[in-house]
């Protein structure tokens, strides 16, 4: 590549952009367990290849939003919808390390650990 990828930077910048969302924020993967009881957490990924265009370089940012679910298995749907307003209103992303744009809401499920999750892709652009 003709421009360096700092993946380690942009990864921090996501976390610390996501902070009024959760305080619960994780890279890459959701842990398995924690020692800790969560109600939500967030989960930031830098997806799919990470392309050189020679002037900056591009590729693609996952955020997950995790809510716990009410009794019974039941999605705590206004907990998940509230945490991917807060993430949608930050588009486009804008500071020294990257540019996100066009993010999509993707429906998620059932974890099988207890919470419902959405996911939203959007793409980045860095520099």
């Known amino acids: 590549m003709s421009i360096r990828f700092d993946r380690m ?8 952009s996501m902070a ?10 959701r842990p398995s367990a924690t020692t800790e009881q969560m109600n939500n957490f967030v989960v930031v990924a830098l997806t799919g290849a990470m392309n050189d265009r020679n002037a900056y370089g591009d590729s693609h940012i996952r955020i997950d939003v995790f809510a716990k679910d009410r009794t019974g298995g039941i999605e705590a749907t206004d907990k998940l919808e509230e945490m991917q307003l807060k993430i949608f209103e930050k588009f486009p992303m804008v500071n020294d ?14 974890d099988g650990l207890g919470f419902h999750y959405l996911m939203i892709t959007a793409k980045i652009v860095f520099t």
């Open 20 to 29: 009024d969302v959760s305080n619960n924020i994780f890279v890459t993967d």
């Open 9 to 16: 930077g942009i990864l921090k910048k996501l976390v610390d």
């Open 97 to 110: 390390k990257f540019t996100t744009y066009k993010p999509r809401l993707i429906a998620g499920g059932d």
